[in-house]
């Protein structure tokens, strides 16, 4: 795919990832339909993550009628002669955004034989009411709208700065004292795409995610990567870590949407020396030793 494709395809995903934004900030702060797709009121969908994902579905298949799509709310459209997939979240963080919190997101990943190669997440901003887009294209640099951006270049982390690492996953992992004494100020945000667009421009120094879905991820992994920094994954559960190299198979095939849609490793995101520190000092904890622990925390 050459670079003018990967430039229509960029501002495409641009367009359509400020339309669905602006179906976002219509309904923010407004009464909601909620449904929960779990138990225990837990996992909601609102009726506006679903007119998102609709209308993104619908501009896609539109402009590009042979292309696969993978959206979190079930929109599945599988072409498997296609090397063009999409990867939709049409609202990342709707916890957030039906409390209103204007922390949330629509990402919008495109895959190029199993390759991010295009993203585009949209947010709300304090400097405009329309919010912004981050985006990137491979080869093209990563972008606030329309200023570049990068990551800070820091060696290691900064004890000052801005950090995600969930606190469960924390209580997951051994971490080392080289660690433990500079994570930074840990925040967990409520919305990965969120999270990524603020790692991409230098808010965040670093993002440890421990099991989000394609969808969270997919536009961001390029987003951050073309801001130059890393995408880590791990290979096995929380541990061999690697530059992301694809949605692969280990023997080199390209994942199915089914696939893809399960597919859930550990990662971490930053500028890379920052994102090796932070790998080379974590370890996963033993399920006995986690369970010890949450004992422990129960009567003490």
């Not at 219509?26 to 609709?54: C, G, H, M, W």
């Amino acid at each position: 795919m050459d670079d003018v494709e990967l430039q229509e395809l960029e501002q495409f995903s641009i367009d359509i990832a400020r339309e669905a934004g602006a179906i976002l900030l219509d309904a923010f702060q407004k009464p909601l339909k909620i449904e929960y797709k779990s138990k225990n009121n837990l996992d909601p969908v609102t009726d506006v993550d679903k007119r998102s994902e609709e209308f993104l579905k619908e501009a896609i298949l539109q402009r590009y009628p042979g292309h696969a799509i993978l959206a979190e709310e079930g929109s599945m459209i599988d072409v498997p002669s296609a090397d063009v997939t999409w990867v939709i979240d049409p609202l990342d963080g709707t916890v957030n955004f039906m409390n209103g919190l204007p922390i949330f997101g629509v990402s919008i990943g495109v895959l190029y034989k199993g390759h991010p190669v295009v993203g585009s997440i949209f947010v709300p901003t304090p400097k405009t009411l329309k919010g912004s887009v981050f985006h990137a294209r491979r080869g093209g640099g990563a972008f606030h709208d329309d200023s570049p951006i990068r990551v800070p270049e820091f060696t290691s982390p900064q004890s000052s700065r801005i950090s995600i690492f969930p606190a469960f996953w924390i209580r997951s992992l051994r971490i080392k004292n080289a660690l433990r004494s500079q994570m930074g100020e840990l925040r967990a945000a409520g919305s990965t795409a969120y999270e990524l667009a603020m790692v991409s421009c230098g808010v965040i120094q670093y993002a440890f995610f421990g099991s989000p879905w394609i969808w969270d991820v997919a536009a961001g992994i390029i987003i951050v990567t073309e801001a130059q920094g890393v995408a880590l994954t791990a290979r096995k559960r929380l541990s061999d870590w690697g530059n992301f190299d694809g949605f692969h198979l280990p023997e080199g095939d390209r994942m199915t949407l089914t696939q893809l849609k399960s597919y859930r490793p550990a990662w971490v995101f930053g500028r890379s020396d920052v994102a090796r520190f932070v790998t080379s000092n974590i370890t996963p904890r033993g399920r006995l030793e986690i369970k010890m622990g949450q004992w422990l925390r129960r009567w003490f």
